[in-house]
Nanobody, 128 residues
Framework: QVQLVESGGDLVQPGGSLRLSCAAS????????IGWFRQAPGKEREGVSC????????YYADSVKGRFTISRDNAKHTAYLQMNNLKPEDTALYYC?????????????????????WGQGTQVTVSS
């Protein structure tokens, strides 16, 4: 059964750091783009970052550039989102998602909400 499970969300003070994990099972993660998304109360879901499956290229929303880093460990079937210098506006439910590229030159798109599989989300709260 295809499954994505996020973990690592927590309550953290502004300026703090968290590392989110996304564990995949039931499919070969190597062949899929991976994206991180977030949704705050009263706001629409937005893309945060993504990493392509083919050339491992990474992309970030402007709001998190320089603070967040996406990575993947295909051997562990896991993707990560390292979040540094967290701000209150980063507070949201964070989701990972995957999409199989249509061809070898297809790259992930950070704001693309059309994905093949979604996790259940993990809560990140940044507050003093």
């Amino acid at each position: 059964q295809v499954q994505l499970v996020e973990s690592g969300g927590d309550l953290v003070q502004p300026g703090g750091s968290l590392r989110l994990s996304c564990a995949a099972s039931g499919f070969t993660l190597d062949y899929y783009h991976i994206g991180w998304f977030r949704q705050a109360p009263g706001k629409e879901r937005e893309g945060v970052s993504c990493i392509s499956s083919n050339d491992m290229s990474t992309y970030y929303a402007d709001s998190v550039k320089g603070r967040f880093t996406i990575s993947r460990d295909n051997a562990k079937h896991t993707a990560y989102l390292q979040m540094n210098n967290l701000k209150p506006e980063d507070t949201a439910l964070y989701y990972c998602a995957t999409r199989q590229p249509s061809h070898r030159y297809d790259r992930c798109r950070v704001m693309d909400l059309i994905q093949d599989y979604w996790g259940q989300g993990t809560q990140v709260t940044v507050s003093s």
